[in-house]
């Protein structure tokens, strides 16, 4: 097994290595740009605008771009020099050896355009309320989705399944800018107002989540600060579990159905085993192969995917983050999220293959 | 997309403004009336003088009570810091809460001395010399207030001056968002004693007025090398906090994606009382969508909700008195491109003109919240005059072509030297413009006028003229128009018009893209250029107005409105549509006990 995880992660790398060509390429070549902010300003002229793009680099083919941002070319020269680092090695060994401290290579994810902010250190603080987030959807989704799927099964064409069914539809078929808005209408300000609208803590109340202020209150008044963040968490959680839950539930209650319409399950119940190890022992276990996979696949769009949930609900994550990078043409920001995307595609994509392996015995690598 | 509106010298720049909400029922709110002072439009006259400094605002200010906190929610988030690389309306607004320069902007649109004592220099005052003593086009002196001291203590100087414009003007430094027009004028600055300011340009630059909106911290900005600030060092999150700041407030946190805290600067001194603050800390919470900004609004999470537009007002209407909607300084408008076979013709741009239904346009498609416009000139700035309204009337429109020459073909549309009248109709993909253009292509049919409507993305028609092609469809600075929608922010300044409307200034040296070249609005703007006598310039820009009309520059359509949620509990809140911002006077804000 630790051969065949070593084996992927090597084969990871030209994946992810191809991914970000490709991705800079299209980033690069679409319409507008980092100077759009600037658009028709009449005091910020083409000279200004010219001098603005040298100052970011964008002034540079897109594979010269590009290779300076992976760390294979080195800013301060020109022509072939570009690939030899300050000390005269080249540029792409490590920065004790080549001198080189600019790229992907060296550590260095680059400075926001839009910000000024380093993107490694903009993406790690956007990077824990992400997790929150999607952390509690993933328990929530999966424990829901298997509980509704597994019942459903297990009760074919009673109420229960119907009423999974329709739900399963609609929920699936529901957008996720329409449910969060919707959702806000019906228990924030002008609904219920019993939940709030936006944002991961109450400003009247509490210093905002992640900021040196913070900890020292939530260590000072933990119930308080956990009960407002938990608070904030619904409406987020709920708007972007429901479209997984509605669609794996379906997903297991079909792999249920086909378990427990096999051989084994029929000897099993044969054999005069209880109903609860029947199902929970031998179908479950047996119908969870195809939604490990499945899920497995899901998790990374759970953490990018609420592109739409974070922007609706105000949350300072990394899909709202990816949404103002978006709007401002920050090239290095969004590269810096793409890759981290890629990457947990990559991760989720092996985890799920080891999880196989753990749950059909059968399986070896 | 985010409404950029451009917080850095904008009140002397024009820019676009492409995305908008769209309008519709017409709501019960109030609308702040017109500034009191600009209700009336006089008739200009050369021996007028004109007074730029009498704002009304001293007498409606309130006195307040210390204390407490006001919560601002906004759906765009500031995350520039220094003033002058800033592009956001809300950026703006952080910033006339904590930096200032010689005058700011009143809600009356009246300059008013902010760290510069009074008198303003004028030429009539003997503060403004041309030409200037020693060979300079223009000498400038500003005398700046007594006892001025940055959020740290150390006094504000004419030094500070001059690092602001040694910072603006170094050689590496780029993204000034208002670019280096006038501080490239500027030849030197002396400092006869630490508060006179004495600065030298090589030019007669009209805009000296708000030239120097922020000053700058020397202790600071000469920490940092400039090209390192250029690259995101200093003026940082982690920063702001221990930078020296001269406005009423002083940053105190700022976290990313949540808000932004601003806490009192207890050593600022309101130029009108002598005193801090009345309010603790001002909070500036950021929101992903104005919609969850109304919602929070309504659930009592913040105190103001910013920046919404007149296409929000129906989902507030029942707000009543909590809804101020001002008219905005953004205007709607119609570009003929002089240069295009049909629109090079005065008469077929006489006929769009008259072809244009404003009235319906508003009816139908902004539900009567508009406010039509009939110049390029807002009503509420101390050069307007009443301008001659140009009715919707067809018959006229055709005659005025058939006088011209332009027949009607076998189908219908006319035709004049082999030149069929067939305009191309260019916008954004905003609906609101797409139907405004469906509407006058129809009555532009009505005329025998063929057009078709084109709507392309922001990046096609607002691209700059390096970053687009003879082939980018609608492009403007590559004139691939016959006529174009889109808006314009109104300039407070003359000078403003001139990159746009001399003939000398097509892109990329310009902005003219309209390709207008007519001698009298020529020799107008250069005259404009060439002057800092307010009472001339007002002169002028009567005449610029009459021509802008009557040439038919531009068809103006209506004026959007800014529209902010305004809890009653706030005193002197007054929102301001200039550039400076709606925190403009947050020094005065209170809570009502």
Redesign the interface.
């Known amino acids: 097994m630790s051969k065949y995880i070593i084996r992927r992660l090597i084969q990871a790398i030209p994946v992810l290595f191809g991914i970000t060509i490709v991705v800079y390429a299209i980033l690069l070549a679409a319409?507008?740009?980092p100077?759009?902010?600037?658009?028709?300003?009449?005091?910020?002229?083409?000279a200004?605008?010219?001098?603005?793009k040298?100052?970011w680099g964008l002034d540079q083919p897109i594979p010269v771009q590009y290779c300076r941002w992976m760390g294979i070319c080195n800013p301060e020269n020109e022509g072939l020099a570009v690939f030899i680092g300050s000390t005269g090695w080249p540029a792409f060994l490590p920065t004790s050896i080549s001198g080189t401290t600019n790229g992907l290579l060296h550590g260095d994810l680059g400075?926001?355009i839009?910000?000024?902010?380093?993107v490694a250190s903009?993406i790690a603080?956007?990077a824990l309320?992400t997790f929150i987030l999607a952390g509690n959807a993933l328990v929530i989704w999966i424990l829901v989705a298997l509980l509704i799927g597994v019942y459903a099964a297990i009760h074919r064409y009673s109420l229960f399944d119907q009423a999974a069914t329709v739900f399963a539809y609609v929920g699936y078929a529901m957008p996720t800018f329409w449910l969060g808005?919707m959702l806000?209408?019906l228990f924030?300000?002008?609904g219920l107002?019993i939940l709030?609208?936006?944002?991961?803590?109450?400003?009247?109340l509490s210093?905002?989540?992640?900021?040196?202020?913070y900890w020292p209150y939530f260590a000072a008044n933990p119930a308080t600060a956990i009960v407002d963040i938990v608070k904030h968490l619904i409406l987020p959680v709920f708007t972007l579990v429901v479209v997984n839950i509605a669609g794996d539930s379906r997903f297991i209650r079909s792999s249920m159905l086909e378990a427990l319409g096999q051989d084994y399950v029929r000897t099993a119940k044969a054999k005069g085993l209880p109903v609860r190890v029947v199902i929970f022992k031998h179908a479950l276990r047996n119908a969870l192969l195809p939604v490990v996979t499945n899920i497995g696949l899901e998790i990374p769009f759970l953490f990018t995917g609420a592109i739409v949930t974070?922007?609706?609900?105000?949350?300072?994550?990394i899909g709202?983050?990816t949404?103002?990078a978006t709007?401002s043409f920050d090239y290095p920001t969004l590269m810096g999220l793409l890759l981290i995307t890629s990457a947990l595609v990559v991760l989720a994509n092996l985890i799920a293959d080891i999880t196989y392996a753990i749950v059909d015995p059968r399986i070896k690598y | 997309m985010r409404k950029r509106l451009f917080g850095l010298l904008a009140s002397t720049a024009i820019v676009f403004a492409a995305c908008q909400g769209a309008a519709s029922p017409s709501p019960s709110v109030s609308e702040s009336a017109p500034p009191p002072s600009e209700s009336a439009a006089p008739s200009p006259s050369a021996a007028e003088v004109v007074d730029l400094f009498t704002s009304t605002y001293p007498t409606r200010r309130v006195q307040g009570v210390k204390g407490g906190t006001v919560i601002i929610g906004d759906w765009q988030e500031a995350n520039l810091w220094n003033p002058y690389y800033q592009g956001q309306v809300i950026e703006a607004n952080v910033t006339s809460a904590v930096f200032r320069g010689f005058i700011t902007t009143t809600d009356d649109f009246r300059y008013a001395t902010d760290l510069a004592a009074d008198p303003a220099p004028t030429v009539a005052n003997g503060g403004v010399k041309v030409p200037g003593d020693g060979g300079d086009a223009m000498t400038v002196t500003w005398t700046m207030r007594d006892g001025q001291v940055w959020s740290d203590g150390k006094p504000i100087t004419c030094d500070d001056v001059v690092a602001t414009w040694k910072w603006v003007m170094d050689k590496d430094n780029t993204g000034l968002y208002g670019g280096t027009t006038g501080w490239e004028d500027i030849t030197a600055i002396d400092c006869p004693s630490p508060t006179s300011v004495v600065v030298h340009f090589k030019n007669v630059y009209f805009d000296y007025l708000p030239l120097f909106s922020w000053v700058l911290p020397k202790h600071y900005i000469e920490t940092i090398p400039v090209k390192d600030q250029v690259a995101g060092k200093g003026w940082s999150n982690a920063d702001m906090p221990k930078v020296p700041v001269s406005g009423p407030f002083k940053y105190g946190s700022i976290t990313p994606g949540q808000e932004l805290r601003l806490v009192r600067n207890d050593l600022y001194k309101n130029p009108i009382t002598g005193e801090p603050a009345y309010l603790d800390s001002v909070v500036f919470k950021w929101y992903g969508d104005a919609d969850a900004m109304i919602a929070g609004y309504r659930a009592g999470e913040i105190d103001q909700a910013g920046d919404l537009t007149d296409g929000d007002l129906p989902k507030v209407k029942d707000l009543g008195d909590q809804v101020k909607a001002q008219p905005a300084l953004l205007y709607e408008f119609l570009r003929p491109n002089w240069g295009s076979p049909t629109m090079k013709d005065p008469a077929m741009r006489q006929a769009l003109a008259l072809a244009v239904n404003k009235d319906e346009i508003n009816t139908r498609i902004l539900a009567g919240n508009a406010e039509i416009a009939w110049t390029n000139v807002s009503p509420f700035a101390w050069y307007y005059v009443e301008p001659t309204k140009t009715a919707f009337d067809l018959e006229k429109a055709k005659s005025i072509l058939d006088a011209a020459g332009w027949k009607p073909g076998a189908d219908g549309v006319r035709e004049k030297d082999g030149v069929r009248a067939d305009v191309k109709l260019c916008t954004t993909t905003r609906q609101q413009r797409q139907d405004t253009l469906a509407l006058i292509s129809g009555w532009l049919k009505e005329i025998g006028v063929a057009s078709t409507v084109n709507a392309v993305s922001p990046a096609d028609i607002f691209g700059s003229y390096n970053e687009s092609t003879d082939q980018t469809p609608c492009n403007l600075s590559r004139h691939n128009f016959g006529v174009a929608e889109h808006a314009f922010s109104v300039p407070l300044s003359p000078q403003s018009n001139y990159p746009v409307y001399h003939s000398g200034q097509e892109a990329p040296k310009g902005q003219n893209d309209a390709q207008i070249n007519d001698p009298d609005i020529d020799r107008v703007l250069d005259e404009l250029k060439g002057t800092v006598d307010f009472a001339k310039a007002k002169e002028l820009m009567a005449e610029f107005q009459k021509l802008y009309v009557e040439k038919v520059v531009e068809v103006p359509l209506y004026f959007r409105k800014d529209v902010n949620l305004v809890s009653t509990k706030i005193g002197n809140w007054t929102g301001n549509p200039t550039s400076t911002g709606y925190t403009w006077n947050v020094g005065d804000w209170f809570i009502k006990p």
């Open positions: 319409p507008g740009g100077t759009a902010r600037f658009a028709n300003n009449p005091k910020f002229t083409e200004d605008r010219e001098k603005f040298k100052a400075v926001s839009d910000t000024g902010e380093a903009r603080r956007a309320p808005i806000i209408f924030s300000g002008p107002n709030p609208a936006g944002g991961m803590t109450e400003t009247r210093p905002p989540f992640g900021s040196d202020t974070e922007t609706i609900f105000s949350w300072p994550g709202r983050m949404i103002e709007r």
